[in-house]
């Protein structure tokens, strides 16, 4: 088990480029979950996924942000047309899906928008 | 949806102090969270507890579900415990939710 990674760890691009990041969970986990956080607050819900079915998305979520999980196993979290206002460290989690299961994170990306 | 609200904020301590900090919640839970979060970003799973009392070193977590509140405490606080703790309860209460995440309390141990 090597736990939840996520790469790249670190992002910067420009205003208006499109940006895609990726999460392997802990390969057994069924529940992959996306948040963002920025700084000085917790994180804010995103986006979960069980298998490869999308069941829940925040309206933080706007358009010009999609995730995908097409087999059930990595994840990616993609962000078109870049803004400044997204420049967050976006992080993954992942749970085996059983009530009151534990969630365990990956150490973000952080995205600056420059 | 579930409002999650920590206290303090902020907090800064000597070393060997007893630290508390608190959570309150909104919707009745069957879980809730406690996370350490680390300069950098990687977030660690404390507890999960859906009543009573935990321990895991010299960490305590209690819950009050009839209240809708909790407590970490850490016993004879060291430099090493300065972290973001941050409480997280479950969306709407059930199990298998996404969480909702309070600001978190920025601890800061002086030696």
């Known amino acids: 088990d090597t736990g939840v990674s996520q790469d790249p760890r670190h992002k910067i691009t420009k205003r208006g480029q499109n940006v895609t990041f990726r999460c392997d969970p802990i390969s057994e986990h069924n529940r992959l979950y996306w948040y963002r956080q920025t700084l000085g607050q917790g994180p804010e819900f995103l986006t979960y996924f069980q298998n490869e079915a999308q069941l829940e998305k925040s309206r933080l979520l706007s358009d010009r942000f999609s995730a995908e999980r097409p087999k059930g196993s990595f994840s990616t979290l993609e962000i078109q047309r870049t803004e400044q206002g997204d420049s967050a460290m976006y992080l993954c989690?992942?749970?085996?899906?059983?009530?009151?299961?534990?969630?365990?994170f990956g150490n973000g990306t952080r995205l600056t928008v420059t | 949806k579930n409002e999650v609200e920590q206290s303090p904020q902020n907090l800064t301590a000597q070393e060997g102090e007893f630290i508390t900090i608190n959570c309150s919640y909104s919707?009745?839970?069957?879980?809730l969270h406690w996370l350490q979060q680390h300069p950098g970003g990687g977030i660690v799973s404390l507890f999960m507890?859906?009543?009573g009392k935990k321990k895991h070193g010299r960490l305590i977590a209690t819950i009050n579900i009839q209240e809708k509140h909790s407590s970490l405490h850490i016993t004879a606080s060291h430099p090493r415990d300065s972290a973001v703790y941050i409480c997280?309860?479950?969306?709407?209460?059930?199990?298998?939710?996404?969480?909702?995440f309070g600001k978190g309390t920025h601890l800061i141990i002086q030696p």
């Open positions: 919707v009745g839970i069957s879980a």
């Open positions: 507890l859906s009543s």
């Open positions: 997280a309860v479950p969306h709407s209460g059930g199990g298998a939710d996404g969480l909702t």
């Open positions: 989690a992942s749970s085996s899906g059983r009530y009151n299961s534990p969630l365990h």
